[in-house]
């Protein structure tokens, strides 16, 4: 079994009306709880449970803290290649955008990893356009070996992969992956993908699972907020990790919240998800699965980071740039999004102390013999 019946079921639902009937009674209970269920999560994702914000904030705070600690994982990206051959249609990569297209030699990853390295970030994530000729499976492994005498953990955000390519990752360094379902309306997805292998709606959907057999040691998931209702696919992602996470114990389960960012293209969100809603999405989430990681990227300004810090997020992107080349290379590029928190690595870390946090840069080293001596 796959989490697609799963997926499928629930996305026959009217769940829109399943949202408007949620009383506050439900909320109260699902709140107050020592567990919550697919049903009480959906009852703080919707609408009245919006005044028990606070509420839900502080068991948040308190649970977050159970199981992480006043801690802030540290990551920032590296984007190896922007040549793509899909053509979703919110997204600056999209094959039909008129962008100048750029691809990491050997000798240019090494360039970018040392810059980066040179920040003090240990936890790298590395991401590539959908297009196989430019970024294959042996051009990945290359990088990894690569970047492995830099960054002890080294994440992948690309194109969905079999298991046995995700596997042959892991063996020379990749311990984590990311990959966006960006929306789970089934129906929806044809239309924001139009051409190119990400067309394919089930073959991205089990991607993860893929990943965990494969051995990852960190699986991250999430939806792009705004390309459909925020409380449907907020929900869906939701339920993804749990099933992840009940059925693939021996792997941290993450979910990422991003929301749509400027890009080079014309598309405008079908729905906005607000700051409180973010807000709202995070809680629940948190209520629900009080294990899973959080990260918050620099899609979000500095103001709202910090803002949210006590309320369930685990791990932070800094010095970001999403241009390839972008840590070591001048020139004009153009980015996958534009982001708003520019913050460096240093400034972060400085920030998070203020607020009372620790800034993680490395928690974890594997000490096979194919990755190298340790960092």
Not at 104 to 124: N, S
Not at 224 to 250: F, V
Request: with cysteine; charged share 25%; proline share 6%.
């Amino acid at each position: 079994m796959s989490f697609y019946p799963i997926c499928a079921e629930y996305g026959a639902l009217p769940l829109a009306e399943k949202f408007a009937a949620v009383t506050e009674d439900d909320v109260r209970r699902a709140i107050n709880g020592t567990t919550a269920s697919p049903e009480d999560f959906m009852a703080m994702l919707s609408p009245a449970a919006v005044p028990f914000l606070e509420e839900m904030a502080q068991k948040a705070n308190k649970l977050t803290e159970q199981y992480f600690g006043k801690t802030i994982q540290m990551f920032t990206p590296l984007y190896l290649s922007n040549y793509c051959t899909n053509r979703c249609i919110y997204c600056g990569f999209n094959t039909t955008n008129n962008i100048k297209r750029d691809h990491l030699e050997p000798e240019q990853v090494e360039e970018e990893a040392k810059a980066i390295a040179a920040t003090g970030m240990k936890q790298l994530l590395i991401l590539t356009g959908d297009a196989r000729t430019k970024a294959s499976p042996e051009y990945l492994e290359s990088c990894t070996k690569i970047l492995s005498k830099y960054f002890p953990s080294i994440s992948i955000e690309i194109y969905a992969m079999e298991v046995e390519e995700y596997a042959a990752l892991v063996k020379v360094g990749v311990d984590g992956m990311t990959m966006f379902q960006e929306t789970y309306n089934e129906e929806l997805y044809p239309t924001l993908h139009p051409a190119g292998p990400k067309k394919d709606f089930h073959f991205r959907l089990n991607a993860p699972e893929r990943a965990c057999k494969a051995g990852m040691r960190v699986v991250n998931i999430g939806a792009l907020l705004g390309l459909d209702d925020w409380r449907k696919d907020s929900l869906l992602t939701g339920i993804h990790a749990a099933y992840l996470q009940k059925k693939y114990p021996n792997v941290d389960i993450a979910v990422s919240l991003p929301r749509m960012r400027p890009h080079a293209g014309s598309f405008q969100p079908a729905s906005i998800a607000t700051d409180r809603d973010m807000v709202q999405n995070m809680l629940a989430l948190r209520l629900f699965l009080p294990r899973v990681g959080i990260t918050v990227s620099t899609r979000e300004s500095p103001e709202f980071r910090e803002q949210i810090l006590p309320l369930g997020v685990t791990k932070m992107s800094a010095g970001v740039s999403t241009e390839v080349g972008g840590h070591s290379q001048k020139g004009e590029k153009v980015g996958q999004f534009d982001i708003s928190d520019g913050r460096s690595a240093a400034e972060l870390c400085a920030d998070l102390k203020k607020h009372g946090y620790q800034p993680v840069f490395k928690d974890w080293q594997c000490l096979d013999e194919h990755y190298g001596e340790p960092i």
